[in-house]
């Protein structure tokens, strides 16, 4: 029996372009109530990240692939095919790296090999969606002598930041002040770059803020105003608004604020022409309002959700959805006397003429530090099988 325990070193989140490091450890254990114990021999190993593509059937036609065909390895062949068994197609794949060849472990040996591969930075993000799903997986495989192949699947998530692709790394000229006391690796070194200005990329680009006013209305008149100072977000901040009724001349009894995205296919890829679009909804806030002069509410965009990305099938948008419900006519209330006092009562209208109207408002999400992201991920850092 031998245990391969795969660990990821900083966290099951990266950034496409990023370096993703894998400790992988082969261990003959040492039982205590063994009598016999003999060392275990492995023919190979070997490791390859790759990316699959699963799109539901009702909602995606998608054309034939020449890749998409039935799997190629029977247990007793020593092809290495990492999606093998895998839901989907294989849209994108790494070159395999052999870890070792006739590996002999005595009883309570244990060998550690390290894994490295730069994630493609053109590949598309990790999502789950309604209608489409894009998955990442470091795939293990080994294989004892005359024994079947043994796969180990690591999954992880990518974050996908447009800009990077295009950045050309200076020679002699770092982002960020490194320490001349530290030796470190060309890869490591450039990893750490890369991590550094994709941190500055997005501190920029969502660190402006100007004011933003809205009028609120609808056929009858003015409601009221909404205010918001930025439209450009990553995920974990909160989305924080505020609304002004005082100027409106159409009272407002109840509004709602919902956080939503928006999934839809691309036309040719489409099941049905015109087929809707796919929503769903992460964060909301619901308020009744009559008689109030002014409002807030702070939506948080959750670590674990995808920020806004397009590819040639799907495309996800972030959007705030609004939702008002006001009078149709005078929103006063009604005073009723006491028959024995002096005393008077205050109490609201039985019922009321209601309309109520919608709008959308599209903001921008985009990723945040893949190290705060490991923190929430449903994803373990260590994974494990025994052969």
């Not at 391969?4 to 989140?13: E, I």
């Not at 009028?215 to 930025?230: A, D, L, M, Q």
Request: include cysteine; hydrophobic fraction near 35%; glycine fraction near 6%.
């Amino acid at each position: 029996m031998i245990e391969v325990v795969a660990k990821l070193g900083r966290g099951p989140v990266f950034l496409a372009g990023e370096v993703l490091e894998c400790m992988i450890t082969f261990t003959n254990p040492l039982s205590a109530s063994s009598t016999s114990a003999s060392s275990e021999m492995l023919a190979w190993a070997s490791a390859q990240i790759h990316c699959q593509f699963h799109a539901s059937e009702n909602r995606v036609a998608l054309p034939p692939s020449d890749g998409s065909k039935h799997d190629v390895q029977a247990e007793n062949e020593t092809v290495f095919v990492p999606n093998r068994g895998e839901r989907g197609q294989c849209i994108l794949s790494t070159p395999p790296k052999i870890l070792f060849c006739d590996l002999r472990l005595d009883p309570g040996e244990s060998k550690s090999y390290s894994y490295c591969e730069t994630l493609p930075i053109d590949g598309p993000p990790s999502f789950r969606g309604q209608s489409v799903k894009y998955v990442y997986k470091l795939t293990i495989g080994c294989q004892r002598v005359n024994s079947p192949i043994k796969l180990l699947r690591v999954p992880f998530r990518v974050l996908v930041l447009h800009g990077l692709k295009d950045y050309q790394f200076p020679q002699d000229e770092a982002v960020a002040p490194s320490n001349p006391f530290l030796e470190e690796e060309e890869g490591l070194k450039k990893d750490s770059r890369l991590a550094d200005l994709a941190t500055e990329l997005l501190m920029v680009a969502t660190s402006r803020r100007s004011l933003h006013l809205y009028n609120i209305s609808n056929t009858r008149g003015k409601v009221g105003t909404f205010c918001i100072f930025k439209t450009v977000y990553k995920i974990g901040e909160d989305v924080i608004g505020t609304f002004n009724f005082s100027e409106g001349d159409i009272p407002c009894l109840q509004f709602s604020v919902s956080l939503q995205t928006e999934e839809s296919i691309q036309e040719e890829f489409q099941r049905r022409r015109g087929q809707p679009v796919s929503f769903s909804t992460h964060a909301r806030h619901q308020e009744s309002c009559l008689h109030t002069a002014q409002s807030s509410f702070s939506l948080p965009i959750p670590l674990s959700s995808t920020p806004g990305f397009t590819t040639n099938i799907v495309s996800l948008k972030w959007r705030l959805h609004f939702e008002f419900v006001t009078s149709g006519e005078s929103a006063g209330t009604c005073l009723v006397r006491g028959s024995q006092s002096e005393a008077i009562t205050w109490t609201g209208v039985e019922q009321m003429e209601v309309d109520t109207f919608s709008w959308d408002l599209p903001i921008k999400v985009l990723p945040t530090n893949p190290i705060l992201t490991s923190y929430v991920s449903q994803f373990s850092s260590t994974n494990s099988i025994t052969i």
